[in-house]
């Protein structure tokens, strides 16, 4: 089956859905197709439980829903992000279709038009934005391969809390923001200890 739309968008994430909130404000034909079942997708399965944004909460700003709340200079928690996300689409209405992976996307003869394949329909369109963000790969160095089984080893985006992991010491490689978050809450932990290089 196939469908014509003048504008698909790859991806529902932010940018996906501050596109997607001015084409819909523009009145023009759009679909946002998005692989993950939910809004946030992201922020609600790839953050650890006590993720918090590391910038201030007047900073959040999805176009016509900006930080209007209490605390401008509080710090915005993974649970309040994905409420904030979830409202942001219902409130404006976007066409998002979840559970929709993209496999291909290919111009057509014309080279005017694109086809987008999903694994359950086919678009053509006229205008095709790619809104899938930077970071889908975790980036594990080649020696870690090296290192005994014994060693339990795991991305940030897999960490959930400090009971979920197995016991004994716990290093944390990298002291960026998803490091530092994650060490702090280790070394706050009652039976772990983390420590950042």
Excluded at 86 to 102: A, C, F, G, I, K
Excluded at 146 to 169: E, M, V
Excluded at 174 to 192: N, T
Aim: glycine share 6%.
């Amino acid at each position: 089956m196939v469908e014509k739309m003048e504008s698909v968008v790859i991806g529902g994430g932010q940018a996906g859905l501050s596109l997607s909130y001015y084409l819909t404000q523009a009145r023009r034909e759009h679909i946002v197709l998005e692989k993950s079942p939910l809004v946030a997708d992201a922020w609600r399965n790839r953050r650890w439980d006590s993720f918090t944004l590391v910038s201030p909460n007047w900073t959040f700003k999805l176009p016509g829903a900006e930080y209007a709340d209490s605390e401008p200079e509080g710090f915005m928690p993974k649970i309040e992000i994905v409420r904030r996300f979830e409202r942001y689409e219902q409130e404006n209405h976007l066409p998002v279709s979840y559970s929709t992976e993209v496999t291909r996307v290919e111009p057509m003869e014309d080279h005017y038009r694109y086809r987008i394949f999903t694994d359950n329909k086919i678009y053509e369109s006229k205008n095709v934005v790619i809104a899938t963000g930077l970071y889908h790969k975790v980036k594990i160095p080649p020696y870690a391969d090296q290192i005994t089984q014994d060693i339990h080893q795991i991305p940030s985006d897999s960490y959930r809390n400090p009971q979920a992991l197995p016991p004994g010491a716990v290093l944390v490689i990298g002291s960026a923001q998803s490091g530092s978050q994650i060490a702090e809450e280790l070394h706050e932990a009652d039976s772990r200890r983390g420590e950042a290089r």
